[in-house]
């Protein structure tokens, strides 16, 4: 089955910096790749995904890029903020048989020092 | 569009006890998915159902664990026997549409003593 790995699991940057999540997935059928927010005690937030037809996707200060030939993708967001302190996961699908489930990465905890 | 709603938000119950978890996804969400996190981890898929028929099943779906989606609008999640590694977050998600993105619900803590 499809396998997501995900670094660092720590990521530590002054407000202002920007801060950089890379994935790397194994299954080359896996066509759509979310990143969700979390916060604690509460569920996974959506806050931007990118399909396979597409190699790059950017919404204000967050952005996503996907390399199919390699299997990564990476998140980065820019300008970073305190409350964008939270854990970030990356998940891959494959559309068709496996009915869009998730296979998430191991997270990555984010601190945004002011 | 109140979101995904989840109940109740923690459960504590003693090892053996029996334990149901209910979903309410989106309205006119057809699919439904569970999903299992543990501390420190990323969420673990569990089970998937669209409309009422459940689709797919997780090797990780003991045979303690049965869910059910009677009338393709919310759906249960319960656990026989519990242990204590059945402690973790459950994570219930709805969606349009396969492939389409995927809105989770605010979990159900579960700690077994």
Redesign the interface.
């Known amino acids: 089955g499809e396998n997501v790995e995900q670094h660092p699991s720590t990521l530590s940057v002054q407000e202002g910096d920007s801060a950089v999540i890379k994935c790397t997935y194994s299954d080359s059928a896996s066509n759509y790749f979310p990143w969700y927010k979390q916060e604690l005690g509460k569920g996974p937030q959506l806050i931007i995904d990118i399909r396979s037809n597409v190699g790059e996707k950017k919404d204000q200060r967050i952005a996503v890029t996907l390399n199919k030939t390699a299997k990564h993708f990476s998140l980065h967001i820019t300008e970073t903020q305190p409350e964008d302190s939270a854990v970030y996961f990356c998940a891959a699908s494959i559309g068709g048989t496996s009915y869009g489930k998730l296979t998430f990465g191991q997270g990555t905890i984010l601190t945004v020092h002011p | 569009d109140t979101g995904?709603s989840?109940n109740p938000r923690h459960k504590i119950t003693k090892r053996g006890q029996n334990v149901t978890f209910r979903c309410d996804p989106i309205s006119e969400h057809n699919?439904l998915?569970w999903?299992r996190q543990t501390l420190?981890?990323?969420?673990?898929?569990l089970t998937?159902f669209?409309n009422e028929a459940q689709?797919?099943k997780s090797r990780l779906l003991s045979d303690r664990f049965s869910a059910e989606r009677p009338k393709g609008s919310f759906s249960t999640l319960e656990i026989q026997r519990t242990e204590q590694g059945d402690s973790a977050m459950y994570?219930c998600a709805s969606?349009y549409s396969?492939?389409?993105?995927?809105?989770?619900?605010?979990?159900t803590r579960l700690t077994v003593l």
């Open positions: 995904v989840q699919r998915y999903y420190g981890q990323g969420p673990e898929f998937y669209q689709l797919e994570l969606s396969v492939g389409d993105t995927q809105y989770f619900g605010p979990g």
